[in-house]
């Protein structure tokens, strides 16, 4: 009753419906995923500089932590999902700022100890707003301890080794030596090559000795 | 006229006009061939396409399904008759997968301990919870109702699907179009099958809007506005806000019906396949989309807010700013784009006093003439920071004149230039206004001068220490009554607010009170 018959038109019509379909395939399983990507950072950059307007002198500190920390996890071997979480834990790590007044995070005198807890609470207070967020739950321990020290002299739980996220550990390194090298209402500005030497030193028992070597091979590297 | 007889009328017009206009057809086109086997063929994949809904606005229930293009392609393959026999089938499906959908959902909710709520409701992967969210979505289109309005409602439904394809395909008769299963002798492609076919698109186009119109008349009239003027404006509102919407992909639509029929001639049941690939991709683009930028938004709003969360109560302020922003804005009829994104502007209306100092922000005292200069700058700030965010770019001036008043009043100082304040920001304005005159925050801190340290010892919040005189600010000062606040708006519209704004919200007010929806 019915002829199958295969036409130009038929073959034509095929062509174009594959066509489309990979093309559409493209668009939303890779360049969205991309472009959304891209949104994001560009996003979440404009938020931790909107707070770092609030505590003068670390204006550009996120994006450069976030740059050092990105370079720093490539060479330990992190690929593409991880990648992109430590960026944004980098970016966001200091958040929790925007919930500590202005005047403490600005003093140019030593804090007195309940200051000090204040400022300090700043990390406990930025993974709190991350894990609210779904999009970044799976990033507030990097955020909660990037603060802490290999030898457990860090806050807030005072981790030790192994037990503080190796995203952490590298945050800490690199925030660290970038708040040496610019100037803060509580310091001058050091030399990066004390600052290096600083870190140096450091190394086994504030930082982890091997985040600690690749970074400053980066460093001697320039880059 | 009561809404409810009104509407009984609408389907009653709409299920004579099925029926006038199937006897019509039946009497003025003749069924050539066999069309049978088609009928069964087009209707189950109708009935599939059908599940496949693709909402095109939230909330507003417009949504797109490939349904036109078969019920078309039906049409010239096989004849109005049998596309008018497709329609009805299809419309029955359709209603008995919503009412199908909508008691298992209610099923699977009441039962959702057992089936697992992380499965059923949080899962992101895997096919259960891909189907179950079909479920729901497909259930949500159902509304619990009266018998006699469900009767009626199905028997529109129905009728307005076949009132869609009937007269289109009469169009295609009259034009000179043949059904292609047997176009018979002299059949030339161009006129006999392609220009009919596009007056057949245009005319099922034209009866989709009328329908439309005359629904939107019925059913949801613009609130406030009567008489001829009022049924003129519903009628420009149905056709931009809906009507465009659903005619714009029908382009896309007709290469898929002509593609159908195409294929359908030549390879049978086969082309349904060729044809719907390119459709599911599409889709799923869609859908990706718009997942993808719905998570983008409440990422950075969420995040952004909390980043204003300098005080505990700040967040039921922005809460309660961004749910009375947003129903304004739809009482005042804004584009669909407004009120989607007005309540993320209420919610990130103040982020620009994060660079102001505490100190400032939290002083009971008056402020000074710098501290104030301080304050005045949060509008642009807050600008500045939304303006590297991806959300509508119309949002930057939202925020950045939320303290402009109507009469060029407020900040910031547009240095005599006369700038038009987008509506937006003036209903964020009145908005934010009455929240904080009414809100009771202010009673949950201490009355205390922090010039002399002076406590009144009783509830009493003077607007100036009774001590050393030193006067406090507004804020600081008893919350407003309902009607004190109501008065104020009253007041300060034409000069701080804009007249239309507050003539709308105290109208909102006025019928549907202060409810908050958080």
Same mark, same amino acid.
């Given at each position: 009753m019915f002829n199958y018959q295969i036409t130009a038109g038929v073959w034509l019509f095929i062509v174009i419906a594959l066509t489309i379909s990979i093309l559409s395939l493209y668009v939303s399983r890779w360049y969205l995923p991309m472009k959304m990507k891209g949104a994001y950072l560009k996003s979440i950059t404009a938020l931790a500089a909107a707070v770092e307007t609030k505590d003068s002198g670390t204006v550009g500190h996120a994006q450069r932590v976030a740059q050092v920390t990105v370079a720093v996890a490539k060479k330990l071997g992190m690929t593409g999902h991880d990648l992109e979480r430590i960026e944004y834990a980098a970016l966001l790590m %200091? $958040?929790? #700022?925007?919930?500590?007044p202005q005047a403490i995070l600005n003093k140019k005198d030593p804090l007195t100890p309940e200051e000090l807890e204040i400022v300090r609470s700043h990390s406990k207070l930025g993974a709190e707003m991350v894990a609210a967020v779904p999009f970044l739950a799976d990033i507030d321990k990097y955020i909660l301890h990037h603060h802490e020290y290999w030898d457990g002299t860090g806050y807030p739980a005072g981790l030790k080794g192994e037990a503080i996220p190796l995203a952490s550990r590298i945050l800490a390194i690199a925030a660290d030596y970038d708040a040496m090298i610019s100037e803060r209402p509580y310091h001058h500005a050091w030399n990066p090559a004390d600052a290096i030497e600083e870190i140096r030193e450091n190394i086994g028992n504030k930082y982890d000795a091997k985040v600690g070597s690749i970074f400053l091979e980066m460093l001697s590297h320039g880059s | 006229m009561n809404r409810l007889r009104l509407y009984a009328i609408f389907c009653a017009v709409v299920f004579m006009c099925a029926a006038v206009i199937t006897l019509l057809v039946w009497a003025e086109v003749p069924i050539v061939g066999n069309p049978w086997p088609g009928v069964f063929w087009f209707a189950l994949l109708a009935c599939l396409g059908e599940l496949l809904a693709v909402n095109l606005q939230e909330g507003a229930g417009v949504s797109v399904t490939p349904t036109s293009p078969i019920l078309w392609s039906a049409t010239c393959v096989l004849g109005p008759l049998p596309a008018i026999l497709i329609s009805a089938i299809v419309g029955v499906f359709s209603m008995l997968a919503k009412f199908i959908c909508y008691k298992c959902t209610r099923v699977l909710d009441a039962h959702s301990s057992y089936f697992g709520v992380s499965v059923y409701k949080n899962g992101s992967h895997g096919l259960i919870t891909e189907l179950s969210s079909m479920i729901q979505g497909y259930g949500a289109q159902w509304q619990e109702r009266p018998l006699g309005v469900t009767i009626q409602y199905i028997a529109a439904y129905v009728a307005n699907m076949v009132v869609a394809v009937g007269p289109a395909g009469l169009v295609y008769h009259y034009l000179g179009g043949r059904f292609l299963i047997d176009p018979g002798p002299g059949f030339h492609v161009l006129t006999s099958f392609v220009l009919p076919f596009f007056g057949l698109v245009a005319a099922s186009g034209i009866v989709d809007l009328g329908v439309w119109v005359l629904h939107a008349l019925v059913v949801n009239p613009v609130p406030g506005a009567k008489g001829v003027y009022g049924l003129l404006l519903t009628m420009k509102l149905a056709l931009i806000e809906v009507g465009l919407p659903i005619v714009r992909p029908q382009l896309f639509m007709l290469v898929v019906a002509i593609a159908l029929s195409y294929l359908y001639i030549h390879i049978h049941v086969l082309g349904f396949i060729i044809a719907a690939t390119p459709v599911l991709a599409l889709r799923d683009f869609f859908n990706q989309w718009v997942a993808e930028r719905e998570a983008y938004v409440n990422t950075i709003t969420t995040l952004a807010t909390y980043m204003q969360h300098y005080h505990p109560y700040t967040r039921g302020h922005l809460k309660r700013v961004a749910d009375l922003a947003e129903r304004l804005a739809r009482e005042m009829q804004l584009p669909a784009e407004s009120v989607r994104y007005i309540s993320t502007a209420a919610f990130l209306h %103040? $982020?620009? #006093? $994060?660079?102001?100092?505490e100190e400032i922000l939290d002083k009971t005292a008056k402020l000074t003439d710098e501290e104030w200069e301080k304050i005045k700058e949060h509008p642009v700030k807050g600008a500045e920071i939304i303006s590297h965010l991806e959300f509508l770019d119309s949002i930057v001036d939202w925020i950045k004149y939320h303290h402009k008043w109507h009469n060029g009043g407020g900040y910031p100082a547009t240095n005599g230039v006369d700038i038009e304040i987008p509506i937006e920001a003036a209903i964020i304005a009145a908005v934010d206004a009455f929240d904080a005159m009414t809100d009771d925050r202010e009673l949950a801190i201490k009355w205390e001068c922090d010039s002399c340290g002076y406590q009144p010892g009783d509830n009493s919040r003077p607007?100036?220490?009774? #001590?050393?005189g030193a006067e406090k600010r507004r804020l600081y000062r008893e919350p407003k009554t309902l009607d004190q606040a109501v008065d104020e708006l009253r007041r300060g519209a034409g000069s701080q607010f804009h007249p239309k704004v507050i003539k709308a919200f105290l109208a909102m007010l006025d019928r549907d009170g202060v409810h908050f929806s958080v």
């Open positions: %200091d $958040i929790g #700022k925007a919930n500590v | %103040d $982020i620009g #006093k $994060i660079g102001v100092s607007p100036m220490c009774p #001590k050393c």
